[in-house]
């Protein structure tokens, strides 16, 4: 069962733009934290953006200033706006949504959409 579906990846020249799409149903969104975070081929999953407490948000060091992350209520949508890509920007974007208590946890993750910044 789907819980997360993402769109929105693509090629892209540098400099260029792209905005990745998570949709959820709207009980996951209401409850669970969302972020992004992407894999790049022979690295490790890294966290890109992340909603924290309320609408606070916290970037990749490298991101900070060109991505942002936003969200649409009504649509139960988060975003991920992607600007002036870089080459290392290129990788696997996965959406992530967790929900974390003391006694329980819960997350899941998008299919992942390909970003791919080449001249």
């Known amino acids: 069962q789907v819980q997360l579906v993402e769109s929105g990846g693509g090629l892209v020249q540098p400099g260029g733009s792209l905005r990745l799409s998570c949709t959820s149903s709207?009980?996951?969104?209401?409850?669970?934290?969302f972020g992004w975070y992407r894999q790049a081929p022979g690295k490790q999953r890294e966290l890109v953006a992340t909603f924290t407490s309320g609408d606070n948000t916290n970037y990749e060091d490298s991101v900070r200033g060109r991505f942002t992350i936003s969200r649409d209520n009504a649509e139960s949508t988060v975003y991920l706006q992607m600007s002036s890509l870089k080459p290392e920007d290129t990788a696997v974007y996965y959406c992530h949504a967790k929900y974390y208590t003391d006694s329980y946890q819960s997350h899941y993750w998008g299919q992942g959409t390909q970003v791919t910044v080449s001249s």
């Open positions: 709207e009980s996951i969104f209401l409850m669970y934290t």
